[in-house]
C-alpha cells in the first residue's frame, strides 16, 4: 500500500566497495544506487529496512569504459574477451549508458533497449545496475544484455566473483546477489564482426513497462548465421534466452523459413502470465511476432553491415 | 442575450489568442492548489480506508492511535452526524422532485465497508509522518461478507446486498423523458434494423492534483472550506444542510487553483472528513491522500452495458431508436443517475426519430463509486450509437457521411433536452470541413473493401450533441458583478472553477468587450462564497455560455453606466458615443475622448451629489441549454499481426458559435482528444474480479497518454454564432473526449472489418476479433468478442514487479 | 525506529539553505514543508508523473523518489528558481503565451525538464521535445501546446540571447 511518507531508518554513506558489502545485509539493510525502484519499495512499505545503505559516494563505481580492444580477435575465438569489453559500473546511470558514444557505436542493440525507457528523469537517475537488481522479467535492459553475452560482477565480503547474467535472474524479482553483496560492474564483450542486433518492445503506452520484449543477435557471414542470440523479457517469470531458437538458426542461411521455425521456437519457450497489462495468450503470440520481427531487423541491419 | 450594439469586425477582445490572467502564477509555482495552503495551528489529516470490499466493522479500537503523541484526533463512524447524504454535490441543483430520486447512502465515515477503500476511520496530527503511524495503529476487525463486482450478478437472486434495505440492489431506474411510440412495432416496421451492444471501462478522471481538502471551524461555529470543488455554492449547500446542520449561511468555500476536476469535482471528496476532524480536534485540518487511494476510491466514469437498436426505412431515414442502458453505480448512488440520465438525452437526441425508447438501470456492487468524467454519459452512449449508426448505414448502402447528415436535428427541431428547439446548429458545416480535412472522399473506400497486407488503414467518423449548461433540466443561473475601479481597471466577480479550461480568461475577454475596457485591465474576483454571488459552477460545459451571458449583462450595464456619466461631461447623448479599450470617444469624431478612468474616479469623488461607484450586477437565468454539435474524424493503421491500433490522425470540427479565445477553445479539444484517446485506446481500470481491488491503481498501470502518444490532431472551429450565446459562443469544455472513440472503433471496422464491444480497444481484443472472424478478416457482421473479453475479465493480480 | 537527526544544508535555486532532516524524509517533502518552495508538487510520488521534477546538478529528476539527505550539497533547481526576479524566464514566458498551461499542476515540472532540454539541445526537432518530456505527464492539454511552446521557447532563446 502507498504511503505518502517512509518510515524511519538509519542511513550510511560507505566509500569503498568494501565498506558497501559490510554493511549491506539483504532486507534489513538495504543498498541503494539511483532510488528510482528501492524508494518506491519503501513508500509501499513492500521493504522495511533498518538501514539504507547509499552506494553514491562509494569510488570507482560510476564508470563507462572500453577495454582496448586487441582487433576483436578474443572476441572472435569465442571465448573469454576481457579485451574490447565495455565496463558499465554499478553507478552508471541509463542516461550515462545510452548516451556513450562508444556504446552508440558499438553496443547499439543497449542503446536501443534504454532508448525504449522513455522517461528521462528515470535514466537520469536509475542505473543500468539498479534496473537489473529489481530481478523483474520485464527488464528493457536485460534481454539486451542477455543477448550480448554480458557478465555480472558482484563483490561481497570474501571478494568477488563474475556470473554470466543468465544465472543473475532468478525468479520474479530474485536476483542472484546475496544479502552481503552488491553488483558492482557489467562487463559487455564486443559483439563478434558481422553482428547485428534489433531490440523490439510491446507496450500500451510509451511510457510504460513492456508487455513483451525481445532483444536479438544475429552474427551473420556470407548470409549463413554463425550465432544467435534470442532474449525474451516479460514472458516467464525471469528474462528467457530462448535457446531452442538460437539452435533452429545456427548454421544455417537466413531467410523467412529458418526465422520463422525460430520465432516459433521461441514462443514455444515461454510461459507468460496474464496480468493488469495484458493476457498470457496474447503475450504468447507476441513473442512469436516480436522475435520474427526483431530477428529480420537484424538480419537486414546485419547484411547492410550495420553493427546495429 | 443579444450582442447588438457590438460588431465583430471591431471586437478588440473576443476572438483574440490573449494570455490567461492566471497562468503566469502557474508558471513560477506561485499559484496555490489546496496542498500548497498552510493555515496556522493546522493538523494534518489521513484516512483509514478499508481493505475489503464488503464488510462489517465488528470492533475498532482507536485507543493507541488516539495515545500516540501528536495525534489531535480520531475518528470512526460512531463519532459522525448520523445524516446521510449523496456524494454528488451537483445533485444539489436537481429539482427536488428529481433530488429525492438521489438516494442518501453515503455517511461521512462507514460502518460497514462497502467497496475496497471505503472511508472507515480519519486521524488529524501534528504532521503527516504521526498520522500515518497512527493510522497503522488502529485496530479493526472487519466481519467479511460477501461481495458483487458485476452489475449483472447483483441483480441476481440471492447475490450480496450492498445497502441495507436495498435487497436487489437496483439503486434507480430512469425512463427516458422522451420517450415516446411504440418501439417494437415501429421496429417491426422497419426495412432494416441494426443492434449493437457494448460497454465502458470505468475511466479515471486522473487529475493531476490528488484530492485535498482544508477545513476550519471558527469561535462562531462557521466552517470554511479549502477544496478544489467545481460547485462551490452548491457544496456549500450540501455541507450546511445535509453532512451537518449549519445553515448555507456558516459554510464559506473557498477555492484555490485547481489541478484539474473533469467532473470529478462535482462530488465531495475529502471535505466532509476534514469537516469533521476539524471539528473533534479544534483546529484546522488538511485531509491529504495518496494517488494509490484515488486510483481505489471515490469517482471515476460509470461502466454502462448498452444495447442500442435502430430502425431504418430503406431510403435510410431512422424510424425507431432504442437505447438499453445497465449502469454500475459502484457502492454509492453518487452521479450514476444523472450519468445514466444525460447518456441517454445526448445519445437519443443527436437525430430525428418518430419513435424513441430509453431506459437505464443502476445498480449496486461493490466496486469503487462514481462521479462525473468529462462528458457525462455522451462518450459512453457514442460509443455504441455511432457503431449502431455506421452499421445502419452500411444496410442502406448509404455513406456515413450521407447518412448522418440525412438523420442529424437541425435548427427549428427539438434539441436533445426537447421542450427547446435548436438556435444554432452547425453540424453540416463541421461535417463537411472535417471530411474534407480527414480527406474521406478519397480515402473512405465504400462498405466492404477489403484491405490487403500486414499494416491496413481506415477512417472513421462520429458525430455528438453536448450541453453548454444544464438550462431546462437543473437549476441555471450565474451571478456577475463588475465594479470600475478608480484607474479605469475593472474586478469582475464570478463563481465558474478555473480547472485549467481557461474560464477566467475568457469571461475577462467578454468583460473587456462588454464594458469597452482593456483585457488587461479586468481583474478577476472568484473562488470564495463569501464574496462571489450564486452560481451553479462549472458542469454540463456551461461556464462561456452562462456566465458568460451574466458578465455580458453586468458589462453592459457598467456601459451604459459609463456612458450616461460621460454624455453629461461632454455634453452629447450617450448614443453618440462609444468605448473601446479604456477610451470614451465620441462617434462622430473619435479624437475627442475621455478616460474611463477619469469617469470612474470623477464618479466616486464627487463631492456634490452625484457620488457613485460605477458597477453592475448581470444575471443569466435561462431555460435554454444552447447545444453545441461536434463532428469527429480517425485515421488509423492496423497491424493485423499484433492488433495494434495506430491513430494517425484526429480531426475534430466543433460548432462552437464564436471561440472567445480560440487558442483556449483549441486547448479544451486537444485535451479532451488526449483523454478520449486513453478512453478508446489504453485507460482500463481493471478490477479484480476475485477481491473488488483495483488493480490499475497507478499511472504506471493505469495509462494515460504521454508527450509521445499524441497523434497528429487537427482542430477546425466553426463559428456559427448562437444568437443566445455571449457573442456568440457556444460551449465546449467536455465535449473533445466525445468522438474520439466512436470514430476510430467505426475507422477499424473501415480497415479490417471487425468491431470491439468493449473499451478500451486493446491490441488483445482487437487480436482476439480479427481471429474469431478468420484470417483474411473479411468485413462482415460484426464478430463477438467472448473469448476476447472472457481472457479480459479472467486478469488475475499477479503482478511481475 | 530511531534514526539519525542532522542538520543538512541544501543549495536550492542559488540559496543556501540548514534543515533539520532524516533520512527518510523526501526531497519533495524538505522543499514544500521545511523550505515552503510548494511549487513542486506531489502528484503520484512513485515516478510516474513526473509533476515534482527538479534538477539537480542538472539533471531532471523525481524529487518524490529523491531521499533528501542525497540531495545535501548538490545544486538543486526547483520552479521558483526559474525566474530572475519579477520577469518570467523565456520558457515560463512561452509556455503562458502558447496556451501549454491549462490547469498548470504538471508545468512547474514540465519547465524543469524542458529546462533540461534546452540546456543541452538548444534547437531541438518536435520529437526530440516530446522525448525530452515523455516522463511528464499532463492530463489537460494533449501536449500539443506544451511542444509548441518549447519549440517557441528554444527559437526565443536563440534569438534574444534567453539565459
Redesign the interface.
Known sequence: M?H????????SEPVTVAEAVSLVDGDRARA?AG??DL??K??LRQIVP?R?V?L?KVRGLDHVRVDADAGGQAAAAGGRAEDGALHIGALATLRQVETAPAVRQRWPLLAEAIGSI?????K??GTVAGNLCVGTPASDVAPALYALGARMRIAGRDGEREIPIEQFFLDAGKTAVGPHEIVTEIVVPAPAAGSAGAFLKLSMT??DIAKVNAAVMLTLAGGVCARAAISVGSAAPTPVRAAAAEKALTGRAIGAQAITEAADAAAEAVCPISDVRSTARYRKEMVRVLVRDALEKAAARAAAGKEA | MTTDAFSEDAFSSVGR?L??P????????????G??ITLPGMLIGRILMSPHAHARVAKIDVSKAKALPGVAAVITYDDVPKRGFTRSVMAEGLPSFAYEGENQDQFILSDKARYIGDWMAAVAAVD?YTAERALDLIEVEYEVLPAVFDPEEALEDGAPAVHDGWKDNVAGIIDHPFNRGDIEAALAASAHVVEFSGRNSRQK??????DVAIASWDSQGRLTVWSPCQNAHLAKKAMGRRVFDIGEGNVRWITP??????GARLSFGVEPVAAMLAKVAGKPVKVVV??EEDFNGWNSRTEQRQTIRIGVTEDGTINAIEQNVLSDAGAYFSHSGTISAVNMQSTLGVFRSPVVRGKATMVYTNNPTSSGMRGYGNPEGSFILQQAVDMAAEKCGMNPVEFRLKNAKGVGEPSMWEPQNLTSCALPACVEQGAEAIGWKDKWQGWGVEKQGRYRRGVGMSIMTHASGAGGFLLEHSTAVIKLNEDGSAQLSVSPCE????ILGTLSQIAAEATGLRYENIRVVTGDTDVTLFDIGTHASRSTYAIGNAVLDAGKKVRAAILHRAARRMDLFPEELGVRDGMVYAKADPGITISVADISREAIYDYGTDAEHIMATGKHQCVMHCPNFQAGFAEIEVDVETGVIKVLRLVIAHDIGRAINP??V??CL??????GLGYALTEDLVIDRQTGKVVSD???TYK?????D?PE?EIILVEEPDPTGPFGAKGVGETGITNVAPSIANALYDAVGIRVHSLPMTPEKVLGALEATGPSTRPGPSARLSVAIGEVQARKAVPYS | ????KEIAAFLVNGNEYEVII?????LI?VL?DKLG???????????????C?VLIDG????SC???A??AKGKSIL???G??EGNE?DPI?QA?????A????????GM?L?TK?LLDENPEPTRDE???????????????????DAVEAAAAAMRDGGGR
Do not use: W
Open positions: 502507498m505518502r511518507v517512509l518510515l524511519p531508518f538509519e542511513f541503494l532510488g528510482v524508494v518506491l519503501l513508500r533498518e539504507v547509499s553514491q522513455v522517461s528521462v528523469q528515470t537520469a537517475m510509451s511510457e | 489568442r494570455g490567461r492566471d497562468v503566469a502564477a502557474k508558471a513560477t509555482g506561485a499559484a496555490l492548489y496542498a500548497d503527516v478522471q486522473a487529475h493531476m492534483e490528488p487553483a485547481v489541478g484539474g476536476g473533469f495518496t494517488r480547472m485549467g479550461q481557461g487558442l483556449t483549441e486547448g486537444e485535451g479532451g482528444a488526449a483523454q497507478s499511472f504506471a494515460i497518454l504521454s508527450s509521445l499524441m490532431v | 525506529m530511531a534514526s539519525s532524516e533520512p527518510h524524509l523526501l517533502d514544500r518552495l510548494t511549487g513542486t508538487k506531489y502528484a503520484c510520488g512513485a515516478g510516474d508523473c513526473g509533476a521534477t539533471r531532471p529528476s523525481f523518489l529523491t531521499l539527505v542525497t526547483t520552479i521558483e526559474v525566474a518570467l515560463q509556455f503562458v503565451d502558447q496556451g498551461v491549462q490547469c498548470g499542476f504538471c508545468t512547474p519547465i525538464s533540461a521535445i516530446k522525448t525530452a518530456l515523455a516522463g511528464n505527464l499532463c492530463r489537460c492539454t494533449g501536449y500539443v501546446k506544451i511542444v
